[in-house]
Structure formats: structure tokens, C-alpha cells
């Protein structure tokens, strides 16, 4: 295939699964384009991606800050009662000389979370209201370099393979926080896996091209 020049590239799909090179073409709404060779899904268009994405982004703020708030569980020996908390976890490394493992925890399980919902919450608010061309490419940037750090699912799996060990020996009490981060988790999974960023990239060189005629008819 022969391009004129590098905009060409733009309307470019390559397959993730065979690496089919395909050219894309428009999309009618709730319609899949896909892998003429191997059948997989190459991209989609939802004219409701942007608000799903900030009902999704504004639920797993809201289930992030009850999972830090209250505590994860009550453990109970002997008749002595010990709540633990996402932020005691990695408090505690610190306070136990590991510095190295409680600052990595800590990124992994706190910043990096915190930071993917408060993202996608701001990009999709610059998309919805059609403003920050430069603002939304630089986000779309740097979620595309912290995503692959975000460990809250392989974190709430450790919690769990800990309460399994621990429920022979303790009283094991659910939290608020437990409950929490298991919709947190969810959420993190359907938002991160089921509206890739490069889907999000498509919804913004779609909005901002609109524009720009205008833009040009303004001027």
C-alpha cells in the first residue's frame, strides 16, 4: 500500500491478533468493524462511549475513596480485634524498614488508581464539553504510560488468598472497604479493558476534526 504522506496513517488499523493492515472506514452507531482475516475486533463506534466513560470514571472515584476511608477487615484472635486498611498495608512496610517494597505498594495499589480514574474523569469531561484539544492528548499520553502499573486487581486477589490462609486460625469480618474495593476492582476492569485508550484517541481526532471547520469558518 502506498501513502502520499504520514496523515495517511491516520486512517490506518493494524489487527492486534495477525497484524492485518486495514483501512478504516465509518462506522454506523453500536456496529463493530473487524479482522478480515482472523475475525477479531478492530475498533467500534458508541456515540454514548464519553458518557459511560464519566459515569464509570465518577463510580470508581467514589468506590476508591470508600475503600481508603473505612477498613478492609476486622480480624479477631483470641479476643483481640485489628482493622486493617488499603493505606495501613503499605504504612506498615514503612514502619517495618521496607522502604523500596511500601513505596512500589504504594504506587500500585494508591497513586496509579487514583490517578487512571481522576484521568479518564477529566478526559472525558474535556470531550464531552468539545474543549482541550492539547490538554486531552497529553492525558491520553501519560494514562497510556501508568495503565499498565495499575495492580488494584492483583491486589485485592492477594487479600483474599490471605483471608483464605487466615480463616482457620481467626474471626474474619468484612468491612465496608472490602465491598468496596470489589466494585472498585470491577469497575477498574470494565473501564480499563472494555474502553481501550485507543478507542478514546478515535473519540477525540473525531470530535476535534468537527471542529475544525468551524474553528476555520469562526476565523
Not at 119 to 132: A, N, P, S, T, V
Not at 169 to 195: C, E, N, P, S
Amino acid at each position: 500500500m502506498k501513502l502520499e504522506n504520514e496523515d495517511a496513517l491516520d486512517h490506518l488499523i493494524l489487527c492486534k491478533q495477525c497484524h492485518t493492515l486495514h483501512e478504516e472506514i465509518p462506522l454506523k452507531d453500536g456496529t463493530t468493524a473487524r479482522c478480515s482475516k482472523c475475525g477479531a475486533m478492530l475498533y467500534r463506534y458508541d456515540s454514548k462511549l464519553i458518557d459511560k466513560g464519566l459515569a464509570l470514571s465518577i463510580t470508581g472515584l467514589i468506590f476508591f475513596i470508600l475503600s481508603n476511608l473505612f477498613p478492609l477487615v476486622k480480624i479477631e484472635i483470641l479476643g483481640h480485634e485489628q482493622f486493617i486498611t488499603i493505606t495501613q498495608t503499605f504504612i506498615s512496610l514503612f514502619e517495618s524498614g521496607f522502604y523500596l517494597v511500601g513505596l512500589l505498594c504504594s504506587f500500585l495499589t494508591f497513586i496509579f488508581p487514583l490517578m487512571i480514574f481522576s484521568i479518564h474523569m477529566l478526559l472525558f469531561i474535556l470531550l464531552k464539553r468539545e474543549r482541550g484539544e492539547n490538554l486531552s492528548k497529553e492525558l491520553l499520553l501519560l494514562l497510556s504510560h501508568i495503565k499498565p502499573w495499575n495492580m488494584i486487581d492483583i491486589f485485592f486477589i492477594s487479600i483474599l488468598v490471605a483471608l483464605v490462609k487466615l480463616i482457620a486460625y481467626a474471626q474474619i469480618h468484612m468491612g465496608m472497604a472490602f465491598w468496596a474495593l470489589m466494585a472498585l476492582v470491577l469497575t477498574d476492569l470494565y473501564l480499563t479493558k472494555r474502553i481501550h485508550v485507543t478507542e478514546l484517541w478515535r473519540a477525540r481526532k473525531r470530535i476535534f476534526t468537527d471542529l475544525s471547520p468551524a474553528k476555520e469558518d469562526r476565523s
